[in-house]
Nanobody, 121 residues
Framework: QVQLVESGGGLVQAGGSLTLSCSCT??????????IGWYRQAPGNQRDMVAT???????NYADSVKGRFTISRDNAKNTVSLQMNNLKPEDTAVYYC?????????????WGQGTQVTVSS
């Protein structure tokens, strides 16, 4: 099993910054993680990709956050961080950490419990 625990959410004013962290732990899992990412879901909306990073450090960002958010990973600590700058009220959502994994021909996604980010105007 792969367990993901997010931290770092909170309330911030527009224009401010927050850093989210995702701690990844393994419990006898035989799945290989191929990428880890951040997704967000605002009330009444679907869950959308924010940023992802692969094991080869290839990153991908939603257009709405390009130039403001940066995803990075620390292999020694098994953590993936999302640095969010110049936050806007529309960034308000629950942010989820996601791990896309595979084992042989099987694939699976793992999710954290989410952390709330609220940006006030």
């Amino acid at each position: 099993q792969v367990q993901l625990v997010e931290s770092g959410g909170g309330l911030v004013q527009a224009g401010g910054s927050l850093t989210l962290s995702c701690s990844c732990t393994y419990s006898g899992s035989t799945f290989r993680i191929n990428s880890i990412g951040w997704y967000r879901q605002a009330p009444g909306n679907q869950r959308d990709m924010v940023a992802t990073i692969t094991v080869g450090d290839v990153t991908n960002y939603a257009d709405s956050v390009k130039g403001r958010f940066t995803i990075s990973r620390d292999n020694a600590k098994n953590t993936v961080s999302l640095q969010m700058n110049n936050l806007k009220p529309e960034d308000t959502a629950v942010y989820y950490c996601n791990a896309a994994a595979s084992r042989s021909i099987f694939s699976r996604e793992f999710w954290g419990q989410g952390t709330q980010v609220t940006v006030s105007s």
